[in-house]
């Protein structure tokens, strides 16, 4: 195969291949150029801002000659295994993608590990989505984009702009070969990255992800209006209580009792109830919500008959109950409401905006309830111009999530453990309006067990891949349904 690829690094100490190695190591590369912000350095690009800048990715389609471009977008050791660039064209190639990212080793203290990724579908929107560092696609392409008004203006986010632009070209594609290997430098758990994107310090980054997404939208046609809802449905139902709060529990015997407390001590002008879903505990949560319930008539202690219920099967069960009340609330059996005014600002929302879904801000804490970065999580990126079409690009909405009872009887909660609020919000955020109140009401416990405390790359895979197919799904109602307007 003749030369046709150039390569661009970042540069980083310690790079386990020299420029001259790599180049060495394959017959398609026609150059490799070392990507720097010293211009002390020799080496053949100096960027003048950050990597991921507009100005960068100009430079980029600048410089060299080969029909392709491959990036390696992090500023670690890279180390290609062996025909790693031959694979990644004879496949691109193949299938007339517009770009092509392949599954790759991590390296940790000398030791290999194998990161396999996702696969790319319509509603991979998220600006975190995990390519691993080596892309390739056609210069050709990469020319055109920075030749639009799109690519212009960004200090961080061209990067995620361009394979916007790229997916609508064409195909993304995901090779399942172990391609590479670089260096692992972000040892957190998964519990400990994943708020990283609603962490205030990343607000001008957050802002320029929404603008690249919002005009993505638009192109394809996904795009909604501020303001237009459909009227909530006819309310017909005799509600025994103006609010219920909802707790799906299964075995958190050292916590369980904590949130009830926190709900009985609510005060509010209106009735309310707890609704325990017991899902099959074995270690001494069952006896201490029987307790509760024995001797407070507004905890009602509710046991499926199923087995097989998730998170939001036992949602589902809940709303559905006679007992349940014309708005339910959520509370997770490891949290807490930070006061005694939760339900009564959230049925205030309810009533004065008459949105279907009501969503709070939350603190997250540690087990003692000591505060833990990056604080209060208020999801400020929510506005009620763009807020709805935002949520295709985040990977959560906050918390506590509230419902008009009689809507969510109407979607139903999808019966799984992890995503099915998302799902939720995605669908009401089409139809109705949500209320927001970016004050703290709830405190969100962290503690090593949690469910997603320490994930395995496995488990995080598929909980992405579940929430992008319900991104899939929702971009798919929404281009139905602005044909049809």
């Known amino acids: 195969m003749q030369p046709t690829i150039d390569l661009f690094l970042l540069d980083a100490q310690g790079m386990a291949c020299t420029c001259h190695d790599i180049k060495m190591q394959s017959s398609v590369l026609k150059e490799v150029f070392t990507l720097t912000q010293d211009n002390n350095q020799t080496t053949e690009c100096y960027l003048k801002t950050k990597f991921g800048s507009s100005e960068s990715l100009r430079l980029i389609a600048q410089t060299g000659v080969a029909p392709y471009v491959a990036i390696f977008s992090r500023p670690v050791s890279f180390t290609p295994g062996y025909r790693c660039f031959e694979r990644l064209l004879l496949t691109l190639e193949a299938r007339d993608a517009r770009m092509i990212y392949s599954d790759h080793y991590v390296t940790v203290n000398g030791e290999r590990q194998a990161m396999p990724k996702i696969d790319y579908q319509q509603g991979s929107l998220r600006d975190d989505f995990d390519f691993g560092g080596l892309w390739l696609f056609h210069r050709s392409d990469l020319q055109e984009f920075c030749a639009t008004s799109e690519a212009q203006g960004y200090e961080q986010g061209a990067l995620y702009a361009l394979r916007l632009f790229l997916s609508r070209k064409g195909e993304i594609f ?3 070969e172990l391609l590479y290997s670089e260096e692992e430098v972000d040892f957190r758990k998964s519990g400990e990255k994943q708020f990283d994107y609603v962490n205030p310090a990343n607000r001008s980054y957050q802002l320029e992800m929404e603008r690249a997404c919002t005009e993505h939208l638009r192109l394809i046609g996904g795009w909604l209006k501020a303001g237009e809802y459909e009227t909530l449905p006819e309310e017909k139902n005799d509600y025994p209580v103006m609010a219920s709060v909802i707790i799906p529990v299964r075995n958190r015997v050292r916590t369980i009792g904590d949130a009830i407390e926190s709900v009985l001590s609510q005060e509010a002008s209106f009735a ?4 325990v879903v017991d899902n099959y505990s074995t270690d001494g949560t069952s006896e201490v919500v029987r307790t509760y319930a024995e001797n407070d008539a507004r905890v009602i ?13 036992c949602w589902d069960l809940a709303i559905r109950h006679e007992q349940c009340g014309r708005y339910a609330v959520q509370l997770d059996s490891d949290d807490l409401y930070a006061g005694t ?5 959230i ?5 004065k905006e008459q949105c279907a879904m009501v969503i709070g801000s939350y603190r997250m804490v540690d087990f003692q309830l000591n505060t833990l970065p990056p604080g209060l999580i208020d999801h400020r990126e929510w506005t009620e111009e763009n807020g709805r079409n935002n949520a295709l690009r985040i990977n959560g909405l906050g918390a506590p ?4 009872t009689g809507v969510l009887r109407q979607i139903g909660v999808p019966n799984t453990s992890y995503g099915e609020d998302y799902a939720l919000g995605l669908t009401i955020s089409r139809r109705y309006r949500i ?11 962290r503690w090593e067990e949690n469910s997603d405390a320490a994930l ?9 891949a579940y929430k992008d197919s319900l991104r899939t799904i929702e971009l798919s109602a929404r281009l139905q349904q602005n044909l049809k307007s």
Request: glycine share 8%; proline share 2%; net charge positive.
């Open 174 to 176: 995901h090779l399942r």
């Open 272 to 275: 309310f109830n707890l609704i």
């Open 301 to 313: 202690h509710l046991v499926p008959t199923q087995t097989d219920l998730g998170i939001g099967g």
């Open 341 to 345: 005014n939760t339900l009564a600002r």
């Open 347 to 351: 049925v205030a929302l309810f009533e």
């Open 401 to 404: 999530r509230a419902f008009r």
């Open 435 to 445: 209320g927001r109140i970016f004050d703290e009401l709830y405190l969100c416990r």
């Open 456 to 464: 395995s790359v496995e488990k995080v895979n598929a909980n992405n």
